[in-house]
């Protein structure tokens, strides 16, 4: 296991959508491993393999950051089956440190994608766990928190972060 730098906003692997694992195989359990470890370390509850500049549609949530390991949740090319009604709460990133913003999510999703076994995993989820689904798997679409932000709200903060990425100067 390793830890792997966690990319940060302006990197191209984060504003482009992520390919399809076509087989999992031990270089996909190796990347989850690390992704597990990254994401304990940073602390986050959740992260996206192109964070950590991997564009491949893997996904790792854990709502206890490693104090109980039946929250953990690994998704191989997770999908949404059904979304419905709206929450709002403020969210951040590991790569946008510093800053936050309370997007529109689902108040309820159900989710599927594979295990690293190959089994098909199904998830409905309400709170947090929906919202922590909803934001990582827009990272495998390409998407960050700050895109879904209202007009206005999205442009002035763009315009902070762009000039974060140009300086390289982020918060840790
Ligand atoms: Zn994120």
Redesign the pocket.
Known sequence: MALRPIVKYGTPVLHAPSHAVPSIDDGIRKLVQDMIETMHAAPGI?L?AP?IDVPLRVIVVDLSVGEDKGQLITLVNPEFVEREGEQRHDEG???VPGYGGSPVRPARVTVKGLDLDGKERVYTATELLARAFC?EID?IDGL?FVDRLSPLKRDLLKRKLKKRAKNGDWEE
Do not use: E, P
């Open positions: 959740g996206a964070q990133c590991l790569s934001h990272h960050l």
